[in-house]
């Protein structure tokens, strides 16, 4: 072998290990920290039942807050919780919960318009309501949202929540880039339950 | 070598590993590492914390490493612009009279500011498939037409480097057809690429294999290309290193190179679809397709300087 093609060959080598270093650098860097436990609550569905923190256990959760008579920026993180409800179809360990702002407009039965609306035919995505003062605190206190002109002045985050009921990241609900991000860490939570 | 060709090689190994690079982000998943254009989280040097990031901008999105990869692609981007910048001015410093030269690195260099754009782009429209594969497009022109004016360059100084070779004469259009088959072929595996990618996400969760069965004809015909690839590379080898008189000793190496690398080519995509969609043999897959389509274009140059030697 000459000197060229042996210092072609150890080029290679050595990018294809740089590669590698860098890949696996890439892979292990989607840490999602825990960052606190979602508080007790006990809220109303639209289909009547009781849903309380419990029901956040054992599953994957993705979480906005939203009221049926928003224009602004609802309709956009409706569509893109609609995509993720459609797509996570076969992933049985997702769930998706949209708690209302607005409980004075959005009762059980606006609700479940709204869901049917939206082409929820199962229990995967929850939409639910409770009394102002409930809703405000919990987003508040509980889930660290905005919540002090309700229901215009609503956050726009989706929030993802770990099989324990622990808060583990916030993402912009409105922004195409942050909804990918949102489907690798789902992605990745989901890989770890299953291993 | 005058300075013209040193720079031109310095410049054509630094675009090589900046397709690299390039590559690099994509199978690590960093092309949104920074998520604004040119600045990468409003900073010329990427944030290390959250606590450095504008207010418009989602924390969701950053992730050091991946900030970091999709950085240094941009950096070794903006230091292969200033070296192909450096070699048009020498281009016409050397070569003012001769348009082959200083016209390739010229439309090198316009293409270059082309490929910084298309990056703001695919920031823009958060990867749009189909302008990743024109990203990777014209980086390949653009390696070409540098490995094009070095080498002519050379043939100037160095007239009877292939006046000894005799080879077949009109041989452009399989000259032609390969070099189309080849980018076909680039763009058909981005396509398959980007394929995959959209298809997981319809469908997360699902292995790579079934991914794979999901995507239907694009990786038949990707297939057969590189069936038809082999067959052009190998007649090509047959008569420009066996049927030819003296072939020269570039001919000899770009030729059997090509034949190798092809069949490299090969076992690497059977790999990929056997074995799985490994990130690291993607990267090289996509790698060496670029070595080929440089090599054929120096094959060609040869060729075309042997066939103006003898007319």
């Known amino acids: ?22 890949i696996q650098k890439a892979n292990s860097s989607h840490d999602l920290p825990v960052i606190k436990d979602v508080p007790s609550f006990l809220f109303k569905t639209q289909d009547g039942e009781s849903f309380s923190e419990n029901e956040l256990k054992g599953k994957i959760t993705v979480l906005d807050f939203m009221f049926t008579t928003c224009a602004g920026p609802c309709p956009i993180m409706t569509n893109n919780m609609v995509h993720l409800y459609q797509d996570y179809t076969n992933v049985e360990e997702v769930q998706f ?76 609900g409105t922004d195409k880039a942050s909804i990918a991000v949102l489907r690798n860490d789902l992605n990745n939570l989901v890989k770890e339950i299953r291993s | 070598m005058n ?43 990427p944030p290390t914390s959250l606590d450095q990031l504008p207010d418009h901008i989602d924390p969701a999105k950053f992730n050091i490493v991946l900030a970091w990869i999709e950085y240094s692609n941009r950096l070794l981007g ?39 754009w298309l990056g703001s782009v695919l920031v823009d429209t958060v990867l749009n498939p189909i302008t990743i594969t024109l990203h990777l497009l014209l980086a390949l022109v653009i390696v070409m037409l540098l490995l094009y004016s070095a080498q002519e360059a050379f043939y100037l100084e160095n007239h009877d480097s292939e006046k000894g070779s005799r080879y077949p004469p009109n ?62 590379s190998g007649l090509l080898w ?3 290193v066996k049927q030819s008189q003296n072939p020269s000793t570039i001919m000899i190496q770009s030729s059997t190179a090509i034949l190798g690398l092809v069949i490299t080519q090969i076992i690497m995509g059977e790999l990929l679809v056997f074995l ?36």
């Open chain 1, 1 to 22: 072998m000459n000197k060229n093609s042996l210092l072609i060959l150890m080029s290679v080598i050595l990018l294809g290990a740089g590669a590698t270093w860098v």
């Open chain 1, 97 to 172: 919960v949209s708690i209302t702002v607005d409980p004075t407009v959005d009762n059980e039965e606006i609700l479940k318009q709204y869901a049917n609306a939206n082409g929820v035919d199962d229990d995967r995505w929850q939409f639910l309501t409770s009394d102002i003062d409930a809703i405000k605190d919990l987003k508040k206190n509980g889930f660290m949202l905005y919540a002090d002109e309700l229901p215009r002045g609503h956050a726009i985050k989706f929030v993802l929540i770990d099989p324990k009921g622990r808060i583990r990241k916030y993402y912009d």
């Open chain 2, 3 to 45: 300075t013209f060709r040193t720079f031109s090689f310095i410049t054509t190994a630094m675009t090589y590993l900046l397709i690299f690079v390039g590559g690099l982000v994509r199978v690590a998943g960093a092309g949104m590492g920074c998520p604004d254009w040119p600045k990468c989280f409003d900073r010329w040097i």
């Open chain 2, 78 to 116: 903006a230091l292969v612009g200033l070296a192909i910048m450096i070699t048009t001015y020498l281009a016409f410093k050397y070569y003012r009279n001769v348009i082959r030269i200083t016209g390739s690195v010229l439309a090198a260099f316009f293409l270059t500011l082309v490929e910084g």
């Open chain 2, 171 to 232: 041989m452009k259009w399989m000259f032609g057809i390969l070099s189309i088959t080849l980018l076909a072929e680039v763009v058909l595996g981005t396509e398959i690429r980007g394929g995959l990618e959209m298809i997981r996400e319809d469908n997360p969760m699902l292995d790579s294999q079934f991914l794979l069965r999901m995507l239907g004809p694009f990786k038949y015909i990707h297939t057969m290309l590189g069936f038809i690839i082999s067959g052009l």
């Open chain 2, 238 to 240: 047959l008569r420009l």
């Open chain 2, 276 to 311: 799985d969609v490994i990130p690291l043999i993607q990267l090289f897959h996509m790698w060496v397709a670029s070595w080929i389509l440089g090599l054929v274009m120096i094959q060609y140059t040869a060729w075309n300087q042997s066939q103006l030697a003898h007319e």
